[in-house]
């Protein structure tokens, strides 16, 4: 009777602590939004502003210190410690593990930005380089391989250590990301600082799946507008929201093995076939050219454009573009690293940072070069007037119109809208379950948390975008993401200093710095 009332409190549960006021914030957050969207978006931009005017220097250094931190564990001391066991071998095969990590962390972003971001730069390029010229069109394909390239993945490798170290050599019986910390947090208060520490996690991931929603819901809204031929319309958004929250809370209700790992697989062979269809129905050679000069534009120009703050002139491109990536990045650190750490069990740090950073570069730069370039190619001939698309009618609809000038245009609108929905359902069903991981107790880290949190949390998501819909604004669901990544800074900093100290301690004696010297009489011995 006893085994049965312990096996009982030792079942996965919702922790109360975390999840009570996680959720009371949310939706003081979404509902004013909802009843009051004018007035909530006017305030979320002028908090992002704030900010960004103040901080940007900040969020830059923090990218690249991420890097350099990065670099250390991936080459460093401690770059064969094994996450795991020493004869355990990876938990997913590498395929398994490329196709999740790169659907779980970057999602249908690749599609809703792809065709547009470069656009944005022509409007407004930057480096004070004139608008309309041939330099600024370079520019304009450059600028998003950086945003979406080695210092992103840096940020999100930088909290995955920590926590697979967490998880597999501490072998710590959960899966919240506070738990990392304890290497450096004192222990006189360290619940309470732990319990802060997860619900800012919360925060910033709620924050950063909300932006991609309010991304990503118009676009497919614009999509099935374009494609049947009907007004685009709050009705259509709507169903869509409720359409892929049934869709994603199906997926995390099977879990991650059943779930999101199919929808994953399905995910990259889609996103593969539509790289290579634009590449060969597209201009696929200019694309190339393209390609290899952004490449060459962004590696030689890399520190300048990674510390770039306009300080003279004040002009807001670092701010509204650079500043905003770095948080957007940082406001998903909690989910993308506990879900990279719970798929690399039986890897070493070096293979996880690489693979992260390596593995993550080559999927976006490989996107996000063809579909830009497919856009830029438009605008240069004139095939389609693709910046007066943005300014008339908005990010969404010049992705929709741009795929389906494509060849067999309305089957191929159809496929990307295909790909659109699985993108996303994976990227959200993925932060629902790390957000219901984080709330929960006795939760093993093999384990999966309670199905009916996973649902709660799909279905806040939910809420929460239907509020930024409301406001219908850019800027809004921009800033949304700025405000929700200022408390992930410091969680970060702990958490690297947490690693440093807990690799210190069980492997320092095995790395410490030697002295090599040829002994006194082995030298005497040779000059005799």
């Known amino acids: ?54 901080f940007l220097w900040l969020y830059l250094s923090v990218a690249i210190a991420a890097v350099l931190f990065c670099l250390w564990l991936a080459f460093g001391p401690y770059a064969h410690v094994k996450l795991g066991a020493a004869d355990e071998p990876p938990e997913y095969s590498d395929a398994h593990w490329v196709a999740m990590m790169f659907t779980a962390a970057i999602g249908a972003g690749v599609i809703a930005w792809g065709f547009a971001e470069p656009i944005y730069y022509l409007q407004t390029p930057p480096m004070g380089i004139e608008v309309g010229s041939s330099k600024s069109f370079e520019w304009a394909h450059m600028y998003p391989l950086f945003h979406w390239g080695i210092m992103g993945w840096a940020i999100y490798a930088v909290p995955a250590v920590p926590i697979a170290y967490m998880l597999y050599v501490k072998r710590y019986h959960t899966l919240r990301i506070s738990s990392a910390c304890d290497g450096v947090l004192p222990t006189r208060g360290r619940s309470q600082i732990k319990t802060l520490i997860d619900i800012f996690i919360v925060l910033g991931i709620v924050g950063g799946v909300a932006t991609s929603l309010g991304l990503g819901v118009p676009l497919l809204s614009a999509m099935l507008a374009t494609l049947f031929d009907i007004p685009d319309s709050m009705l259509i958004k709507m169903a869509v929201l409720a359409f892929w ?3 994603f809370g199906a997926s995390v209700y099977r879990g991650l093995k059943s779930g999101i790992k199919v929808l994953a697989d399905i995910n990259i062979a889609l996103a593969i076939m539509a790289i290579i269809f634009v590449l060969i129905a597209g201009p696929g050679l200019f694309i190339m050219d393209l390609t290899v000069n952004s490449m060459g534009l962004m590696f030689s120009n890399f520190i300048s454009a990674a510390t770039w703050t306009d300080p003279i002139e004040n002009g807001s491109f670092p701010e509204d573009w650079t ?93 990307f809208t295909i790909l659109s929905i699985i993108f996303y359902a994976t990227s959200i069903d993925s932060g629902a379950y790390v957000l219901a991981s984080i709330c929960a107790k006795n939760l093993p880290n093999h384990a999966e948390p309670v199905r009916w949190s996973r649902l709660a949390w799909a279905g806040l998501l939910a809420v929460i975008t239907a509020g930024i819909l409301q406001s219908g604004a850019l800027d809004t669901v921009m800033s949304i993401t700025v405000l929700s990544s200022v408390p992930l800074i410091p969680i970060m900093v702990l958490l690297c200093v947490s690693l440093v100290r807990w690799l210190n301690q069980d492997f320092g004696h095995l790395v410490g710095s030697k002295e090599l010297v040829i002994p006194i009489e082995d030298l005497n011995d040779s000059t005799q």
């Open 1 to 54: 009777m006893s085994n049965q009332a312990s096996n009982k409190n030792n079942q996965p549960e919702v922790d109360w602590a975390i999840f009570i006021p996680a959720v009371i914030i949310v939706l003081a957050c979404a509902i004013p939004l909802m009843i009051f969207p004018d007035t909530g978006a006017q305030l979320l931009v002028e908090g992002r502003k704030a900010i960004m005017s103040n």
């Open 245 to 247: 929250t049934a869709l």
């Open 323 to 415: 500043g905003f990536y770095w948080a957007w990045w940082l406001a998903y650190t909690g989910m993308i690293g506990l879900f990279f750490a719970r798929i690399s069990r039986g890897r070493t740090i070096r293979q996880l940072v690489l693979g992260v950073i390596g593995w993550g570069c080559l999927g976006t730069w490989l996107f996000m070069a063809v579909m830009g370039g497919y856009s830029l190619y438009l605008e240069t001939t004139g095939s389609l007037e693709v910046k007066e698309i943005l300014s008339t009618q908005g990010m969404s609809f010049v992705n929709a119109l741009v795929i389906e000038s494509m060849p067999l245009g309305k089957f191929t609108l159809a496929m």
